[in-house]
């Protein structure tokens, strides 16, 4: 990445950490863009450097890691049963999230989904993000398996392997955060009924 570039991204994450300890703290409508910028000890130009906007903040890196899920199903290896190549690019996505402030089972992506699910505004962006990134996929499974896969059916199979990650994500466990692996169990779970 070089030394420029990891300086950048050790701000980038500065400014996500301050700004979820803010909302924490505060709230999310009630916490400026400038507040973080301060406590980040940064310029309110150099936060919008980096994000264009509050909410931005909660979303980051969501279309590269949905492009990796895509990638993942269109480059597939011949023979892999759908269902494999599902759990096999929701691995991708996990993966390609691993070291960034939306890694799973970390305190950051914890407060993130504790956002997206309280505050209105965020939940309908979260909504529609997930159901564009679920779309994508689905559209490349059943191009993918034009042979034996329907679109209504590769719809189903996505919806309910998200479905599955996203509850097991939210839901309180004695056995703390949700780890990479549980959220796949889950969507393994899910897609079990379908035909491998």
């Known amino acids: 990445m070089g030394l ?21 703290e505060q709230g999310y409508e009630e916490t400026t ?12 130009a ?19 890691i949905a492009e990796v899920g895509v990638r993942a199903v269109r480059d597939r290896p011949p023979g892999e049963p759908p269902t494999e190549c599902l759990s096999r690019a929701l691995r991708a996505m996990i993966d ?14 914890a407060t993130r989904l504790a956002l997206v699910t309280t505050v209105p505004s965020l939940r309908a962006t979260f909504v529609g993000r997930a159901l564009t990134t679920q779309h994508a996929l ?3 499974l059943s191009t993918s398996y034009a042979d034996s896969l329907d679109e209504e059916t590769a719809h189903a199979m ?15 466990s004695a ?13 393994a779970k899910a897609t079990a009924g379908f035909a491998a």
């Open 158 to 172: 996505v919806g309910a392997a998200f479905g599955a990650a996203l509850a097991v994500g939210m839901a309180p």
């Open 46 to 64: 150099t936060f919008f450097n980096y994000f264009p906007t509050k909410d931005s903040l909660v979303f980051t890196d969501g279309p590269a």
């Open 175 to 187: 056995s703390g955060r949700p780890t990479a692996d549980r959220l796949l169990r889950a969507a």
């Open 138 to 140: 689905a559209d490349a």
């Open 33 to 44: 863009t400038s507040q973080i910028a301060a406590a980040a000890e940064v310029s309110p």
């Open 4 to 24: 420029r570039g990891t300086k950048k991204e050790r701000t980038r994450r500065r400014l996500v950490e301050i700004a979820y300890e803010l909302f924490t």
């Open 96 to 109: 390609a999230a691993a070291g960034t402030t939306r890694e799973p089972g970390t305190s950051l992506e």
